[in-house]
């Protein structure tokens, strides 16, 4: 069995123990009054997995940097600040480092087969630059932090610098984190290698499990609307070149993980229901993309909604929601 099998498995088994094995057990949980118990208990079991990993790196004195990966709207930025806080506890001083801030100039981008720029390939990072900041961070010198300009496309230094002393750790996120080629100076024993991604094991019922990329799908949706005014019709758009993307850039190495953490939510979809339906509702008639949205209101329409009220500030589900006590957008 492999760690993503086993992972999916076991999350299965924690939501059996609470008598949630499809949607129908769902929405039952909701239609009887027992939504705030049902999100409660699923982010404490997030929040006792994440614990754990944190005693387990912070076991270990060697480790210098922890390398987060997980595919698009894996949660990975509020993984990231959670651990952080996590490790906080066992005594450990983590700093949180973003892979995007090492984008090349969006000039510079390569290009896909179709000649359009690819953001999601390796090489739409300054490998170099980034490889040789890590080695100094690693040994104690003090580097010039870059910072990504999105609306810009282009790499900035603001003045901001960044030096390890003792005690911290570093936590580096993105897509391309478990890929050896971009650490591949940096000693094996000082690494910890996390997956994250929402593996999604509930089901609609006994034959047919929701697909782990159409939860992803449905958060990044959400997101893309609440934090940077993206509309469905134009994530719908791009989904398939980022599952590409996905395919080859980041699934390979899943395995090379020390860890996989789950970052999936048993009432996660009935949570996202109400936003993607009023997203998905906006796509044009005439769109290309309309037989998707349809499809997808179909399938949210299996969920009984709920209100986001009783869901903490720091769950996973408000970095697609908004609200994150994290800075997500």
């Known amino acids: 069995m492999t760690k993503l099998e086993q992972a999916i498995q076991n999350y299965a088994s924690l939501n059996a123990d609470l008598g949630l094995r499809d949607v129908t057990d769902l929405n039952l949980a909701i239609t009887s009054g027992r939504t705030q118990k049902v999100i409660d208990d699923a982010e404490r079991q997030q929040e006792a997995d994440l614990h754990r990993i944190a005693g387990v790196i912070a076991s270990r004195p060697e480790i210098k ?17 959670r651990l952080a806080l996590h490790l906080t506890d066992y005594g450990k001083k983590p700093l949180i480092l973003s892979m995007d801030n090492w984008f090349v100039n969006r000039e510079d981008s390569p290009l896909d087969e179709n000649g359009e720029k690819d953001y999601e390939s390796i090489y739409a990072l300054d490998i170099k630059t980034f490889q040789r900041d890590l080695r100094d961070l690693i040994d104690g010198v003090r580097i010039a932090m870059p910072t990504y300009n999105f609306s810009r496309g282009e790499r900035e230094f603001r003045g901001e610098t960044l030096q390890l002393h003792s005690g911290n750790l570093l936590i580096i996120e993105g897509i391309h984190a478990l890929n050896p080629m971009l650490t591949e100076t940096i000693a094996d024993r000082n690494k910890f290698l996390l997956y994250a991604s929402a593996l999604t094991s509930l089901r609609i019922d006994d034959e047919t499990r929701i697909s782990t990329s159409e939860n992803r ?38 395995e090379n993980a020390d860890v996989m953490f789950n970052t999936a939510m048993i009432y996660e979809l009935s949570a996202l229901q109400p936003k993607a339906l009023f997203i998905l509702r906006q796509v044009p008639i005439s769109s290309p993309m309309r037989a998707e949205a349809e499809r997808l209101i179909h399938f949210l329409s299996f969920f009984t909604p709920i209100s986001d009220i009783g869901i903490p500030s720091h769950s996973i589900i408000r970095e697609f929601i908004g609200g994150s006590a994290f800075d997500v957008a």
């Open 217 to 254: 799908l449905i958060r990044r949706m959400c997101r893309d609307y609440t934090t940077r005014g993206v509309s469905a019709e134009d994530t719908l758009h791009r989904w398939q070149s980022v599952r590409r993307g996905e395919e080859k850039w980041i699934f390979p190495y899943q």
């Open 65 to 81: 940097m922890i390398l987060l990966s997980g595919p698009s709207s894996s949660g990975k930025t509020s993984t990231a600040n």
